[in-house]
């Protein structure tokens, strides 16, 4: 597996899946990606803000950030206690994005951020740590920590090297036996009434697909079931599929577009599929724009994952969004007072992450040309595009119409069974 920074598994080709992290590296990513210079800036400052806010046990409090602040001026915007693990999570993919290592700077000479921040990553993977159960769980009451975390723990392994082995593979384990049989997951491990969560299953996606690229064990059955989750979820003019069921079954949005964008990319769908045009055609017809609002569409999680499709694509995709996303981005950056390097929540689902949320979002977004590599489908991920052909996937997102000889896929049809000798996780 790849543990040292910008290394590269064999059969990726150039950079490796996680890009190179390395001061050069972020400079020829640059340089190579049209990003401007302002935006490793504005990913240092964040960095201080996220350093002022941890608590002495490594992680960020979602409602107690603020006691960090001095009096009169205290940073607003608190999140939902419940999410301290996935909050702690994201912030801790940010210092990792910036090449931070745990505990030592990051190889080759490194960069005042990665000298002044190595503790504080280590205390934070020691505080995730400390949240895994015997079954590989962490906090896994609510799905989002643990998906999010299984990330961090996978980056962790990149970074930090095999000490960190155990806490990835375990919880990649746990991913794999919560699965749902039509290829998801939702808030709860495994619940009694199934539902398919296309937000969860997103992080879900990123993180066994990291994980696999590291060298982890990820059964090959997970990873295919997780197609069958996008096949159902994507409708032929590009709009995926919040969920299957449930109040909001059926709702879309440009977060889930760009989910679903990014994720069937990731698990090998070719990419002359013609739905990839048609939903990064409407993620580019709303550009980016710093507006405080409850627009579901214009969120910070939706520019997010809208970055990393389009510098997957490339081309003019990249060429459009990934300047208006900087510039929107870098106008919201606190410069003053307390908050400065953070940035508010403006969007709908703000109340959930609050502050420390919306400032790894915009982070994440701003790190993403070196966080990961261009080239990122080696032969092992590209293989699993034949899970596309044989779902039938490719001709009905290309034409609008199902295979010859197939009836078009009902919009959510059953939960499949598994396959003979296949075993899907606990009931």
Sequence with gaps: ????????????????????????????????????????????LALEWFAAHQ????????????????????????????????????????????????????????????????????????????????????DARNMYNHAIATLAAVELLFMGGDRYRPLAQRAVDFCAATQMEAGGWTYEPRPAAPRDDTSITGWM???????????LHVPEECLARMVGHFQRMTETDGRVVYADRGPEAGR????LTAVGLYCRRLLGQPAGVEVNARAAARLLARPPVWSPGRDIHGSQYAWYYTTLAAFLA????????????????????????????SFDPIDLWGVH???????????LTLETAWRHGPDYLSPRVAALSACWEEAGLTARLTTGAPPAGKQAPAHFPASPRPEAGKNPGPR
């Design 205 to 215: 996606c990123m993180a066994l697909v990291a994980a696999d690229h590291a060298g």
């Design 55 to 138: 608590e002495a046990d490594g992680r960020w409090d979602g409602d107690g950030f603020p006691r960090h602040c001095p009096e009169g001026d205290r940073c607003a915007s608190p999140a939902f206690a419940r999410y301290d693990v996935a909050l702690t999570s994201l912030a801790l993919l940010c210092f990792l994005g910036a090449g931070v290592a745990p505990e030592e700077p990051a190889a080759g000479g490194g960069s005042a951020a990665a000298s002044t921040h190595g503790a504080a990553v280590a205390r934070a993977a020691a505080y995730l740590a400390s949240r895994q159960d015997d079954a590989g769980g962490v």
């Design 314 to 341: 490339g081309g003019d995709f990249w060429s459009r969004w990934q300047p208006e996303v900087t510039r929107a981005i870098l106008s919201g950056q606190r410069r003053k007072d307390h908050a400065r390097g």
């Design 353 to 363: 992450g609050g502050r420390i949320a919306a400032t790894a979002f915009c982070c």
């Design 252 to 255: 879309a949005s440009d977060a």
């Design 1 to 44: 597996p790849s543990t040292g920074l910008g290394a590269a598994r064999a059969g990726d080709g150039g950079i490796g899946f996680f890009g190179d992290r390395s001061p050069a590296g972020r400079a020829a990513a640059r340089a190579r990606f049209g990003v401007a210079a302002e935006a490793e800036e504005a990913v240092d």
